[in-house]
């Protein structure tokens, strides 16, 4: 063999140290994010489990039951969750359909700060923010009621049906409204036809975010709601502070289902023209 031949061989049997580095970097993160999650799973099937044993002494599904026996709220709860997260989405897309129209197509001056502005009720703790909206839903007679806990979750699902809506209304040729309207169609029919059909996906998937959100939403209802409604996420919060960590996990672990499920809708009804637009 030459001494290319050599020099070539050694190279291909030359150690790739940055595996190591690499493959442990990997590998912690698949530790962060699928670590809980089988932590999660474990506990809706552990009959049996105490420190310090690492995993359960004893299996089976004998929770399961009790979280969907009618005792168990379960049922009641996730139609409630449902129903709240339902309207909050009419409500959001109520709101963000014209708004997301009027800052996609008109010039209005200080957008970027109507942008912004939708951003306020994320910018500040939940806290003090939902303490102070149930003493005035306390007033006002809201307190405790299904509309008092729509209107809180809109108020957070509205920043995502605004951007995404403008977004998606953006992604619309303005053409294509222009030549509609130029062969006699009216304003509302060249919106109805043309570009709300074009804009649809962007926001089906603004609405499954509010819904997702609303869905997931804990503080605001307990502040707003409780113990009047309940949700999941508070049924969930009620197992856990009692240390029924099995029935917490099964609550967990149906809400978990949907938000996945959704997560895989929205990554195909969100293009990536519609993604570049966000906050333009």
Do not use: C
């Not at 299996?59 to 709860?77: E, K, M, Q, T």
């Not at 209005?108 to 306020?120: D, K, Y």
């Not at 113990?227 to 240390?243: R, V």
Request: no cysteine; net charge positive; hydrophobic share 55%.
């Amino acid at each position: 063999m030459s001494a290319a031949g050599h020099v070539l061989a050694a190279r291909n049997w030359r150690i790739d140290w940055l595996w190591i580095p690499r493959g442990i970097g990997l590998g912690l993160l698949a530790f962060a994010i699928f670590g809980p999650l089988v932590n999660l799973l474990l506990w809706t099937v552990a009959e049996r489990w105490y420190f310090p044993h690492s995993l359960p002494l004893q299996y089976g599904f004998s929770f399961w039951p009790r979280v969907f026996a009618p005792r168990g709220d379960a049922l009641a709860s996730l139609g409630t969750s449902v129903s709240i997260a339902l309207l909050t989405v009419a409500l959001s897309l109520a709101l963000a359909v014209p708004a997301g129209y009027a800052l996609a197509r008109l010039k209005l001056p200080f957008r970027a700060g109507i942008l912004l502005l939708l951003l306020l009720p994320q910018a500040f703790p939940n806290l003090p923010v939902y303490v102070n909206i149930a003493r005035l839903f306390y007033e006002i007679g809201l307190n405790g009621t299904v509309l008092g806990v729509v209107l809180v979750h809109t108020t957070h699902g509205l920043v995502y049906a605004v951007w995404i809506a403008t977004a998606s209304f953006s992604a619309v040729p303005a053409d294509l409204e222009e030549a509609a309207r130029s062969i006699g169609a009216s304003g509302p029919r060249a919106f109805r036809d043309i570009v709300l059909p074009l804009a649809a996906p962007g926001l089906m998937a603004s609405a499954i975010f509010v819904f997702l959100e609303s869905l997931d939403e804990f503080t605001g209802t307990y502040f707003v709601g409780a113990p009047d409604i309940k949700t999941m996420p508070l049924l969930l919060y009620t197992a856990s502070a009692g240390g029924n960590y099995q029935i917490a996990s099964i609550t967990a672990l149906v809400l978990l289902v949907p938000s996945i499920a959704f997560m895989f809708v929205v990554e195909r009804f969100l293009s990536a023209d519609v993604l570049a637009k966000v906050g333009r």
